[in-house]
């Protein structure tokens, strides 16, 4: 179970990582949320929206338009999806994605290098620091002294939920050579 | 502009605007306890089959289904909609270390409704498997054949005559060229127009779901079916069932609601799978039905693992029939060779599905998507439950009382799924791949078969490492006649509550080395027609 106890129960181990999540909890500057095109919001925080808008143009790379208007309404669209995927979900697994954000956000910085911890407000608009945090997590083993196999699930529950929410939007056919169903009218003879 | 007459017609919806008995239990408020001869839990294949069966001997049948009632009308092809609408936990339901995503329908006609409608019989050395070694009576070829005939015809279940599409003729291909045997699945449509969405409802009607099918010839003979509600657990008295309680979900339909009603009725039929069958009888908190601790042990899950390709033609892998060959040389050939046997098969490939279940993100991710029109996918089931070290796993409930699983892949297994990493790359490669994935974490894409056989030597075979799947829940009631060893005896019915029946996947005391759908077809028949003889 992915929790803030565990992760310090962990990380207790280590000094450095203490020191380094004292920071964390002290400062990172969350990244303000894209507006909302209409959409009220049930699950996901204003800061949940902030990560998520750096998260995803990371995540999906070159399958995300490139004029910058278009890239960023599809972003707001696959926040607003996530919106509504999660709750469409259990509510205990909606309870775990809770707890996926905040460990996201107090975990952030224990995953990027050392040169920008003094750094920190301005990390989240870094995306090789984002790619790094998203490559420690995918690649998190059990035994890790920090994270154990948590956060290799978090990473996997992240991706499919944030593809889901952009493949299943006839926005990203053109990147992935969909033509989309079949039309059924056109099989009535 | 003439306006086209509308083809695919959805006469199951007219059939309740016609007065079919239908409670959408999300909408109701009242708490009256409802009466019938019959309830039935779950409405997929094991659920429907044994509905109709027992409302046209005449008894009254109320069946409980806890997905929603949703018609062709509904199902228009749209992956947005489709999963979070047609299947337990919008798709994403999971086993408790979260190493295996398992694909379970949940609606109006449960994996009937979503399944890629692949048939086949109950292969004869799983049927001697379990009247040899698991105490079970009246399975063998010859007993069950009269059943498998009864349901291919009730559920037109034939070969397809059709072409395969790409996806499924790179498996042909790969096969043909190295020798591999293989053959064309049956599959139980009519007037199919090869489209390709069976995973997101059939919008023409033509796969024969038991939505529309014998949960119609239920409802024709009086049947009540009731939807979005849980059942939740029995009331028991004097070693009798005297009531269901059942919880009526939200209108979201992702949890149940505070409100419930009770059904009493003279017999009570579990069929809400794996995983849900076991999980009534645990939440009834009573030792009769559990006395020797073995409900919702030995589940199989047919471990399923990936491999992708990319070809030099375009593949198209979302059109077509999805499933329409196989091969089973990896189950023939290592049965006595004391290996894990596995089933190849392939899967539909439409979006959404491809990239939910790629490893990695970012431009490992998008490069694959971007190919995606060229993408092949192999899949290879592992046939579980047939060694000493393949035990299974096991059914649990969680704090708010929905059921999780546990399962431990045996490393008797996983090597199973090494050797499929490598068969699978073979057969794409011996079919004219330009590059072959195995879908784990560590792996790269690899363009020759000889750097893909070295990757695939030395990764490791870790749960979240090689991802993992299921679409076959099997197990949990086990059958036989030891009440020790089994829940329900060899008619189906519960060792120590007599009104009690389980009809579904559940009863398997094994995997069954095949796509499920026409076992639970044909078990269910038998059981319900030995039922309706002493109820009827």
Redesign the interface.
């Known amino acids: 179970m992915l929790t803030r106890r565990s992760l310090l129960k962990k990380s207790a181990v280590s000094g450095v990582t203490i020191l380094a999540f004292e920071t964390c909890l002290a400062s990172p500057t969350i990244p303000p949320a894209p507006e909302d095109l209409g959409h009220h919001f049930e699950f996901l925080s204003l800061q949940d929206r902030g990560i998520l808008s750096k998260l995803i143009p990371v995540i999906l790379a070159d399958s995300l338009p490139s004029s910058l208007d278009e890239a960023e309404l599809s972003i707001k669209e696959i926040i607003i999806g996530w919106d509504i995927a999660v709750l469409g979900l259990p509510i205990l697994t909606q309870t775990e994605l809770k707890r996926l954000f905040e460990v996201m956000k107090s975990n952030f910085i224990l995953s990027m290098t050392p040169r920008l911890i003094t750094g920190v407000p301005s990390a989240w608009e870094d995306p090789s620091e984002i790619e790094n945090f998203l490559n420690k997590w995918r690649k998190s083993e059990p035994d890790n002294f920090i994270t154990g196999n948590e956060l290799r699930v978090g990473y996997m529950g992240l991706v499919e939920i944030t593809v889901a929410c952009w493949y299943g939007n006839p926005r990203s056919w053109e990147f992935c050579g969909y033509y989309g169903p079949i039309n059924l009218n056109s099989l009535i003879p | 502009m003439v306006k ?5 017609i959805d006469y199951v919806s007219k059939g309740f605007e016609k007065g079919w008995k239908h409670i959408d239990a999300s909408l109701v408020t009242s708490d009256e306890t409802l009466e019938a001869d019959v309830v039935i839990v779950g409405s997929g294949a094991g659920g429907g089959n044994t509905a109709e069966i027992l409302a046209q001997v005449g008894l009254y049948v109320i069946i409980v289904e806890e997905g929603p009632l949703k018609t062709s009308n509904d199902f ?5 909609e489709a ?2 609408m047609l299947y337990q ?2 798709a ?1 339901r999971q086993t408790r ?2 190493g295996i995503k398992i694909f379970q329908g949940r609606m109006v006609g449960g994996g009937t409704g979503v399944n890629w409608t692949t048939s086949f019989r109950t292969p004869e050395t799983t049927l001697n498997f379990w009247v040899d070694q698991m105490g079970v009576k009246g399975f063998s070829e010859s007993e069950m054949s009269p059943w498998f005939e009864w349901v291919e015809k009730r559920y037109k279940i034939q070969s397809w005559s059709l072409p395969s599409n790409a996806n499924n003729s790179v498996l042909e291909t790969g096969c043909t060229r190295l020798g591999i045997g293989w053959g064309k699945i049956k599959r139980n449509v009519v007037g199919c ?1 090869n ?1 390709g ?1 069976c995973g997101t409802g059939c ?2 009607n033509a796969k024969q779901s038991t939505l529309i099918t014998t949960i119609p010839g239920a409802l024709k003979e009086g049947a009540m079916l009731i939807s979005k509600a849980r059942a939740e657990n029995f009331e028991i008295k004097n070693g009798r069932i005297i009531s269901l309680k059942c919880l009526s979900m939200t209108k ?4 149940p609601s505070k409100k419930f009603f009770k059904i009493r009725a003279k017999h009570y039929v579990l069929a809400a799978g794996g995983i849900g069958s076991p999980a009534v009888l645990l939440r009834s908190k009573n030792k009769i039905f559990n006395p020797y601790g073995i409900v919702g042990k030995r589940t199989f899950l047919h471990p399923v693992n990936l491999s992708g390709a990319i070809m030099p033609f375009e593949v198209f892998g ?2 077509g029939a999805p499933q329409t060959s196989f091969s089973d040389h990896y189950i023939d050939t290592r049965l006595d060779l004391n290996k894990s046997g596995f089933k190849l098969e392939c899967p539909p490939l ?3 599905l ?3 279940n ?1 490893e ?4 490992f ?3 694959i ?5 060229f993408l092949q996918v192999l899949i290879a089931l592992q046939r579980d439950g047939f060694h000493p070290e393949s035990i299974g796993g096991s059914v649990f409930l ?3 009382g ?1 059921p999780g699983l546990d399962y431990t892949v045996s490393s008797y297994v996983w090597d199973g799924i090494r050797d499929a990493f490598h068969v699978m790359a073979d057969i794409q490669f011996a079919a004219g791949a330009k590059s072959v994935s195995p879908v784990h ?1 560590d792996a790269a894409i690899y363009k020759s078969p000889k750097k893909a056989k070295e990757a695939i030597s030395s990764l490791p075979m870790e749960i ?1 490492k090689a991802r993992l799947f299921s679409a076959h829940v099997m197990g949990g009631c086990p059958m036989g006649e030891d009440p020790e060893k089994s829940v329900v005896n060899s008619e189906g019915t519960h060792h120590e509550v007599e009104n009690l029946s389980v009809f579904d996947g559940s009863v398997f005391p094994t995997s069954i080395g095949a796509n499920p759908m026409e076992s639970i077809f044909a078990i269910s028949a038998k059981f319900s027609q030995e039922l309706a003889k002493k109820i009827g």
């Open positions: 086209s007459k509308k083809k695919f228009r092809m749209k992956e947005d999963y979070s936990e919008s994403s270390d979260r127009q489209l969405y919008p023409t979201r339909g992702n949890a979302e059109y439409q979006p959404m491809v990239a939910t790629l990695g993100h970012g431009k991710h998008s490069e998507m971007r190919k995606r029109p969680k704090k708010d929905s974490r979240l």
